[in-house]
């Protein structure tokens, strides 16, 4: 999108959390904090209401320290939150935000990063590592994550 900052025209994750310093979001026990700023922002971002998704439909995996230059001037160096939603929702994306959206199966999500290898696509360096490290290995248990969640370590440190 036009007023966004950093990989502007790249494609990239569903949402991200980004808590405000405000007491609510701060709360660190079960990633409560992250996990409330993530419904925030999936309201912001992809217009789900609340009445569609509660904090339990949101499920902290781990996390994970990037750093990586986004053009000349901006940047990502963060530690992210990764959050997991499996839901049937409705979805009103703010064009401010999201240029387009849509649902990816894992034969999709491979095309794109092949379009990508090829020169076709952007890709955000952060959801390319997620995809790879993360979201291929899991996707064959994804009706049963606990095996993955790791709210202890952060990846990449």
Known sequence: SSHLYTALGHFTDSCSSHPLYVPEELEEKDALGVRRAALRRLQAELGISQDQI????????????????????????????????????????????????????????????DREARGEEKITPWFRSMIEDFLFPWWPHLEDVSSFVEPDKIYGL
């Open 54 to 113: 509660s904090i339990k439909d949101i499920i902290f995996i781990t996390r994970k320290y990037h750093k990586c230059q986004s053009d000349a001037i901006w940047g990502e160096h963060e530690i992210a939150y990764l959050l997991l939603v499996r839901k049937d929702l409705m979805l009103n994306p703010d064009t401010r935000e999201v240029k387009r959206c849509c649902y990816m199966s894992q034969k999709d999500v491979q095309e794109l990063l």
